[in-house]
C-alpha cells in the first residue's frame, strides 16, 4: 500500500512554508500519509535544514502521530532533531510504548529541561515510564520543587483522581469580590496555570466551597462578591479511580473539578481535556476485552502483538476443546445422518452469535451504569424473551429451507428446537455471564465472551444432537 | 434481583432532605438503585408531595438517569410532576427513545416555555424528534427568534458540527483592548451564553483569526489588545461530520473552536463537553457494531431489541449455510474418520476467534486515524507474521494433545497444518477486510466481522478436510 507514494517524485512537491502546512494535514486533519515518506527521505539523506522544514509545519500532536507512522529506526534518527521546547510537548502526546522507545534516546539532561516545561501530571507519566538508571539521573536534573511535585503525583496509585489530576489550581477566600480577585490574578499572572476554567472558592481551612467559572468573573462587576457568583462543586477525592471521574464527568457535563485530599483540602484540578482522554482508553479496553486482545498498543513489536493474543487463543483452545467433548458419546448417530455435521456449526454459530450481541449490550450498559438492581429483572426478562422469539425465528428459517432441501419434516424439527434452545442459552449466559462478573467485582469485558461462547458452543452441541437422538433414532 | 430492594421497608427510610441528597446517590455518583423503589412507590400512591421532595434532591441529569431506570407506565405517570424549568434540563440529558417516549406526554405549551430555557442545539435536538403534528403546535407556540434558530439549526445535516453547536458565541474584533472587552461583556451580560471559554476575535468580515482565552483575559493588564494575547484558532467547517470534530478536538486538546459557514464567517462554536457525550457516541457505535447489533438503545422495546439483532443473526445463517457446503463432499471421508467432527469446531473457532483479534484492532486503528497508506505495509506484514506464529503455537499444542489421545502422528500432522492455514487466513482477513472496506467508504465496523467469520469457517473447514483427505485417505 506505501508503494503507492513512490510516484511522490512527480508529483510537485511543496517547497515553500507554507504550502508544507497545507500539505501536511489530509482534509479532517489526520496527517497527509504523502507526509510520512517526505520526512523519511530527509531522514536517509540525513538532510538536518530539510528535517527542521518538515517538523516546523506540523504542531507537535501532529509530529506524535508522525513518530507512530516511522519505523523504530527512523524514529531513533529523528529523535535528536527535535527542539527540545517542542520535546516536552511530543511527549505528553505519544503513546506509551512509543514514548518509552523514544525516552532511550533522549539525554537526560535534555529530558529533565522538557520536563520543566509540562504540567505535573504529565511530566510524573513521563517519569512514570523512564527505565530505573534513567529516572534516577533525571530526577536528579531537576530543580528540587518540580521533583517534589513529580515524586507527590507518582505516590497516587495508576489511574485515580490523583494521577490525573495537575496539581496548579487558583483558589481565592470566599469574602473576595470579583475586583480583587482580578487584580490578584494579574498581579500573579507569572505563577498561574496556562489555562484555566474555574477559580475555586476555599474557606480558611482551603476546602473548596464553590467555584467561579471565569466567563461569570468576566462580565461581573467588580464589586460583587465571590460567594454571591460561585457555583456549586463537585469535589473529586483524589484516590477515585479514573472511570468513575470520567463519569462525573460526562453525566454533569463538567469543564474542571477540584480535588481533595481525604480531610477535605484543596490538592489540584482535573479538565475535561484530560477527561477525553480517560474515556477514549477506557471504551478501547473494553472493546479490545470483548474480542479477547489485551492492549498491546499501536506501535507493539512483533512478539508484543503475539503476546496480547496468543494467550487469549489458547484459552478458547481449551475451552473448545471441553465444549466438543459433548459430542463424543453421540459419533456413531453422527457417522449413520452425516446432514448433521452441517447442522452442527450453524447451529453453534447462530447461538454464539446471539451471545455476543446479548453481552456486548449488557457488558456496555453496566459500564455506563445504565444497568443494575434496579432494572436487572426488567432487562434478564427482556433478553430471555428476545432469545425465544429469534430463535423461533432462526429456526423457522433454517429448518424450513431444510425442509426444501431434504424434505425430512423430523430433521427440520429438530433444527427448530436445537436452534430456539441455543438461543435461549445464548441469551440466558449473554446477560447473566457479565451481570455475575460485575457483582464479583470481575471486569465484565474480560471474561465475558470465553464463558459465554462455551456455553453456546456446547450446549448448541448437545441440543442439536440430543434432541436428533430423542427424535431420530 | 430487583427483589432485594423489596425488604427496603425494614431499613431506616430517610425522610430529611439533606438525608435523602446523600441517600440518592451512591458512592460513585450514580443513582442508588434503592432510590427508584422509593420513587415507584410514591408513584403508587399517587403521592405529590412525596415525589417532589423525592424528585427535588436529584440533579436533573440524575432525574434524567432515574428515567431510564423506570417502566414506560411509571415514566408516564412521572411527567406530571416534573418542573418545567427542570424539564428543560433532563430533555437535553435522555437517551432518544426515552426522550421520544416522555415527550409524548408534555403539553405543548410548557414544551414550548422548556425549550426557551435550552441551548439552541440541544432545543433542536428535541424538535428534531418531535411528531410531525406536535412539532408544528410547539414551534407556533415559540416566540419568532427562537423558531428561527432551531430551523437554522435543523437545516444543517444530522451528526454535522452545524448540528453540535451553538449558535451562542462572544466575540470582538481585534482592536479591541482587554479593558474594552471586559466592559462589553460587563455591560452585555444578560446577552451573553450561560459559560464560554474563549472570547473570539473576528475580523470586520465577521472571520475568526484568533481566540482570546477568558482566563487570559482576566489576567491580562486591561490596555493590551487582543491580537496581542489571542492564540491560533481551529475552525471547523459547518459542515464537517462530528467524528472528525471529536477527532480535531482530542488531537488539539481543545476547549472550544469557532464554526464557520463555507465563505468563513463565524456562525457558532463547539465546546468540549458536546464533544464527550460525541465519543461516547461514535465508540458505542463502533462496539455494537463490531458485536453485530444496531444500537436499540437503552430503553428500547421488546421488539425494538429483536429488530436490532435478528437481521444480524440471519445473515449470519446465509453466510455460515454457505461455508458449511464445503463440508458435503467430504461427508463420506468424515463417516469414516469421525475424529474430524470433534476438530472441525476447535479449528473454526480458533480461527474465528484469532480473525476477530486482528480485526478488532485493525477497525480501532482505522478508526483514530493511526493506520493508513503510510504504515499499511508494516502493519499487514506484521499481521500475518503473527498469524503464522500463533497458529504454529496453537496447532502443535492442539496436534500434539491430540497425538496423546490418539496416537495418530497423521492425524496430528492434520491438525496442524489445518490451525496454520486458518490462522493464516484468519490474519489476512481480519487486516485485509477492514482496510479494503474503508477504502470502499464503508464503515469497516459494520460488516467485517460478517466478512471474516465467513472466511474462517469455510477456509477452516476446507484446510482441515482438505488436508485430511490428502495425507489421511
Request: proline residues 5%; negative net charge.
Amino acid at each position: 500500500m506505501s508503494r503507492e507514494t513512490d510516484d511522490l517524485e512527480l508529483r510537485e512537491r511543496p517547497e515553500i512554508e507554507e504550502d508544507l502546512e497545507d500539505f501536511a494535514l489530509s482534509e479532517d486533519y489526520s496527517l497527509n500519509p504523502d507526509y510520512v515518506p517526505m520526512v523519511v527521505d530527509a531522514l536517509d539523506r540525513g538532510d538536518a535544514d530539510r528535517l527542521r522544514e518538515l517538523l516546523g509545519a506540523l504542531h507537535p500532536a501532529d509530529i506524535a502521530d508522525l513518530m507512530g507512522f516511522l519505523s523504530a529506526d527512523d524514529r531513533e534518527e529523528l529523535v535528536p532533531h527535535l527542539d527540545p521546547e517542542a520535546l516536552a510537548e511530543i511527549l505528553a502526546e505519544l503513546d506509551t510504548e512509543i514514548r518509552e522507545d523514544v525516552l532511550e534516546h533522549v539525554p537526560s539532561a535534555i529530558l529533565a529541561k522538557a520536563l520543566g516545561e509540562m504540567d505535573s501530571d504529565d511530566a510524573a507519566d513521563v517519569v512514570d515510564d523512564l527505565e530505573a538508571d534513567k529516572r534516577a539521573q533525571v530526577m536528579a536534573a531537576l530543580p528540587e520543587t518540580e521533583r517534589a511535585a513529580i515524586e507527590t503525583t507518582l505516590a497516587y496509585e495508576d489511574e485515580t483522581a490523583g494521577r490525573l489530576m495537575q496539581r496548579e489550581v487558583v483558589a481565592a477566600p470566599q469574602f473576595w469580590t470579583v475586583g480583587q480577585t482580578i487584580d490578584h490574578l494579574r498581579r500573579e499572572s507569572e505563577e498561574l496555570p496556562e489555562l484555566f476554567f474555574d477559580v475555586y472558592v476555599v474557606d480558611p481551612a482551603y476546602k473548596p466551597v464553590g467555584a467561579a467559572p471565569v466567563s461569570h468573573l468576566l462580565r461581573a462587576q467588580r464589586d460583587t462578591s465571590l460567594a454571591a457568583i460561585m457555583e456549586q462543586i463537585t469535589e473529586i477525592p483524589v484516590d477515585m479511580d479514573q472511570e468513575e471521574v470520567a463519569y462525573i464527568f460526562d453525566k454533569y457535563h463538567l469543564i474542571s473539578a477540584p480535588v481533595i485530599e481525604p480531610g477535605g483540602r484543596l490538592v489540584g484540578q482535573i479538565t475535561v481535556d484530560d477527561i477525553v482522554g480517560v474515556i477514549q482508553e477506557e471504551t478501547e479496553e473494553d472493546i479490545l476485552a470483548l474480542a479477547g486482545v489485551s492492549d498491546a498498543g499501536r506501535d507493539a513489536s512483533f512478539l508484543g502483538v503475539v503476546r496480547s493474543r496468543l494467550p487469549w487463543l489458547l484459552i478458547n483452545l481449551v475451552t473448545e476443546a471441553i465444549a466438543v467433548t459433548v459430542i463424543a458419546p453421540f459419533q456413531p448417530m453422527i457417522a449413520k445422518i452425516v446432514a448433521l455435521v452441517l447442522l452442527m456449526p450453524i447451529v453453534s454459530s447462530v447461538g454464539g452469535n446471539a451471545g455476543t450481541q446479548a453481552l456486548t449490550v449488557a457488558v456496555r450498559a453496566i459500564a455506563s451504569k445504565e444497568l443494575n438492581a434496579a432494572n436487572a429483572a426488567r432487562i434478564i426478562t427482556r433478553e430471555l424473551s428476545v432469545g425465544l422469539l429469534n430463535g423461533t425465528a432462526v429456526g423457522l428459517i433454517l429448518g424450513g429451507g431444510l425442509y426444501l432441501w431434504q424434505h425430512d419434516l423430523k430433521l427440520s424439527l429438530v433444527v427448530l428446537l436445537a436452534i430456539i434452545a441455543n438461543l435461549f442459552v445464548a441469551a440466558l449466559g449473554g446477560i447473566l455471564a457479565p451481570i455475575i462478573l460485575d457483582r464479583l467485582g470481575r471486569d465484565p469485558a474480560v471474561s465475558s465472551s470465553v464463558v459465554v461462547t462455551f456455553m453456546t458452543d456446547f450446549f448448541g452441541f448437545l441440543a442439536l444432537l440430543g434432541i436428533a437422538a430423542l427424535i431420530l433414532l
